[in-house]
């Protein structure tokens, strides 16, 4: 199993651009979720969907989209990247939201 | 919103020492799970404890739940240079809009030194 893979691993932008992170999952897991994270900040929640065709917000959702198309994806749009999105981004699919989450690698992202 | 206080937010520490990691909240939570992580790389779980007052023991690293269900602690005996990393707690909500979501604190970043 390849567990939970994103894509890319690094990404330069300039304001106003957009982009999709890409997430995918070969656990069958129906839960998967978005977390950005910033120093000194831990994890937050962005959104998160608990199966195929079902999103939710988490808890920092302006400035980025989610579809649940399939179980195995669920990919991350920023429609006008800002400079404060510069964070890491994880994607994380579990059971369920309160069980052990399997994060993958995590995508850098930097807004000029 | 539940929020998740973890302290120190650094610690620097030598070979050998002993160390102790706290996680607190106002908020009742039904888990608590502990993670590390390392550079360049997603939060792998360490042990997550559901009961209050369990305590979960990994090697040389001691987990604690607390008798309310709203703390945690991390104790490591005799720190080697292999525990660097970032740990983070987060808590498992146990009602209301965050039943069933994580909550993470802000993370602990430990340098053992050789």
């Known amino acids: 199993n390849a567990g939970v893979t994103q894509t890319p691993k690094f990404q330069v932008l300039k304001t106003g651009q957009s982009m999709t992170l890409q997430c995918a999952q070969d656990m069958n897991h129906e839960y998967m979720s978005w977390y950005r994270q910033d120093p000194g900040m831990g994890l937050r929640l962005i959104h998160y969907?608990?199966?195929?065709?079902?999103?939710d917000q988490g808890e920092v959702p302006n400035g980025y989209n989610v579809s649940r198309s399939t179980t195995e994806d669920f990919p991350l749009r920023l429609l006008s990247a800002a400079p404060s999105q510069t964070s890491v981004y994880f994607c994380?699919?579990?059971?369920?939201?309160?069980?052990?989450?399997?994060f993958g690698p995590g995508t850098r992202l930097l807004v000029l | 919103t539940q929020l998740l206080e973890q302290s120190p937010q650094f610690l620097s520490i030598q070979e050998g020492e002993n160390l102790t990691v706290y996680c607190n909240s106002s908020s009742v939570f039904s888990s608590l799970q502990w993670y590390r992580q390392e550079p360049g790389e997603g939060p792998v779980l360490l042990v997550t404890v559901v009961t209050g007052g369990e305590v979960k023991k990994l090697k040389r690293l001691t987990f604690q739940f607390g008798d309310a269900r709203k703390d945690s602690s991390l104790h490591i005996t005799a720190a080697q240079p292999g525990d660097t990393g970032l740990y983070l707690c987060?808590?498992?909500?146990?009602?209301?809009?965050?039943?069933?979501?994580?909550?993470f604190g802000q993370g602990t970043i430990l340098t053992v030194h050789p």
């Open positions: 969907s608990v199966g195929a065709g079902i999103t």
């Open positions: 994380a699919s579990s059971y369920a939201g309160w069980e052990t989450q399997y």
């Open positions: 987060a808590g498992a909500g146990a009602g209301g809009t965050s039943y069933g979501k994580l909550t």
